[in-house]
């Protein structure tokens, strides 16, 4: 007893008590509301910070996807493209984990996040656009320095950089329409990666809701805007034959245009509207 003097009582658990490993789903949507609002307050350097370091942990991801699924086989075997989509999907949600547990930020789950805060009145509409701009920008500076990272270093080499610039031919090969479809699809997938993240209160169930959804969209092939910012940039470095611009006019713009449709209208007004204030009156 004496060595216990003078320290706060703490409160241990006892038999009986309930301990929640997730939230409710409006629990969930309640601590996505606050995460846009707390976004929306950050000053603009650590909002690019949380961004750029976003997009250098998607471009990490990225960068070991492209490594170990281009090296799957000896040089010159043939490996079957469901094998390498699996080894690709099976690695690349590492990503979301890393941004999320470390407080960054990545454009696409701020489509979601600030559009929520929007929707239930605590967040203005010039802060969402503040917060999706910066944040895009920061997202690029992080994935194009782990584009070039992997280029100086001699990474983007041999079935790396077969992959990488294999990559960059057939995301560009999509007309505008259908590029646009699969961006939406694509971010309707990460928004509820990160709403299960969100309810989940353990980091084992933190990995499993981020690893099914994010594993999903890139075996099924769907477009996300932050992936391609590394992806992109690292098979143009391996040497894909494609232009620049094309680059940009082909993928880039309908991607970010229907990630940003799904993160605000799918699934922040969708929660809005069946949790929130969109559908109080209903």
Not at 237 to 245: K, N, R, S, T, V
């Amino acid at each position: 007893r004496g060595r216990l003097a003078g320290r706060a009582p703490s409160r241990l658990p006892r038999r009986g008590d309930a301990i929640a490993l997730v939230k409710t789903p409006k629990g969930t949507f309640e601590a996505m509301v606050d995460k846009g609002v707390a976004n929306s307050t950050l000053s603009t350097r650590k909002t690019l910070h949380a961004s750029v370091m976003g997009g250098a942990y998607v471009g990490m991801a990225g960068l070991l996807s492209l490594a170990i699924s281009g090296n799957i086989a000896a040089p010159g075997s043939v490996v079957p493209v469901g094998v390498q989509k699996l080894v690709f999907a099976s690695l690349f949600p590492v990503n979301l984990l890393l941004v999320l547990q470390s407080g960054c930020q990545l454009f696409t789950g701020n489509t979601a996040t600030m559009s929520m805060g929007l929707f239930e009145g605590k967040v203005t509409k010039r802060q969402l656009v503040w917060s999706w701009a910066v944040s895009y920008f920061g997202n690029i500076v992080g994935c194009g320095l782990l584009a070039l990272v992997a280029s100086y270093t001699g990474l983007l080499a041999g079935g790396t950089a077969t992959l990488a610039a294999k990559t960059v031919v057939a995301k560009c090969s999509s007309a505008f329409g259908p590029t646009i479809v699969k961006a939406v699809m694509c971010n309707w997938l990460v928004c509820m990666a990160v709403f299960l993240a969100t309810s989940a209160n353990d980091l084992a169930g933190k990995m499993v809701g981020i690893w099914f959804p994010i594993s999903m969209f890139v075996a099924i092939g769907f477009e996300h805007s932050v992936a391609n910012m590394f992806l992109l940039p690292a098979g143009l470095l391996a040497g894909a034959p494609i232009p620049l611009w094309t680059v940009i006019t082909k993928n880039m713009i309908p991607v970010t245009i229907g990630n940003a449709i799904a993160g605000a209208l799918i699934v922040g007004a969708g929660f809005s509207f069946s949790m929130g204030k969109l559908g109080r009156n209903v």
